[in-house]
């Protein structure tokens, strides 16, 4: 597993991000955002430069701090 060979580290601690993950997970009721999501979007905020790596459809129109495009790499995009 990456987690256990320290290939991939969470860079985010949701006790201490819940407020503003909440936020993006309940901003936009015609978007639906999933807890990961929302959870990858607040890392995308406190983390310059930033590029996320997903299968999922949705985030070519999620937005970061407000209005900010996210630089993915996906097969999806």
Do not use: W
């Not at 990858?40 to 590029?51: D, G, K, V």
């Amino acid at each position: 597993m990456l987690l256990e060979r320290s290939a991939v580290h969470i860079a985010l601690s949701l006790e201490s991000q819940i407020a503003p993950v909440r936020r993006l997970f309940e901003r936009d009721d015609n978007v639906p955002a999933s807890l990961a999501d929302a959870c990858l979007l607040r890392m995308s905020e406190l983390f310059e430069p930033c590029s996320i790596l997903t299968l999922g459809r949705n985030f070519g129109i999620y937005r970061r701090l407000g209005r900010k495009t996210i630089s993915l790499m996906s097969p999806c995009a």
